[in-house]
């Protein structure tokens, strides 16, 4: 089984950037999909970004132009670099591991909290 560890978060000002990571254990995570989730108090967990395994990405709207994934096989780690932080990105956000079976591995989840 896939071991998902989402790190990163914190506290940081509105206009503020943060860099979140999150590491999957196991082989072949080349072959993963890893999408970024994320869950605001009160709200509904929402889709923030997907990276492929062969490096396509794709956002939601509200984070086009900010937020950016990128992948580094080599640490099997996947990034979510984050610029421009809006009170509004503040959530917890989490990490899913999908292989090509369809099998789904999530982590704990990282708080970011974006408040002046």
């Known amino acids: 089984q896939v071991q998902v560890v989402e790190t990163g978060g914190g506290l940081v000002q509105p206009g503020g950037s943060l860099r979140l990571s999150c590491a999957a254990s196991?082989?072949?995570?080349?072959?993963?999909?890893i999408s970024w989730y994320r869950q605001a108090p009160e709200k509904q967990r929402e889709l923030v970004a997907v990276i492929a395994s062969d490096g396509s990405t794709h956002y939601e709207d509200s984070v086009k132009g900010r937020f950016t994934a990128s992948r580094d096989n080599g640490e099997n780690t996947v990034y979510l670099q984050m610029n421009s932080l809006k009170p509004e990105d503040t959530a917890v956000y989490y990490c899913?591991?999908?292989?090509?079976?369809?099998?789904?591995?999530w982590g704990k989840g990282t708080l970011v909290t974006v408040s002046s």
């Open positions: 196991g082989s072949a995570f080349n072959l993963l999909a």
């Open positions: 899913k591991a999908l292989s090509q079976s369809g099998t789904a591995n």
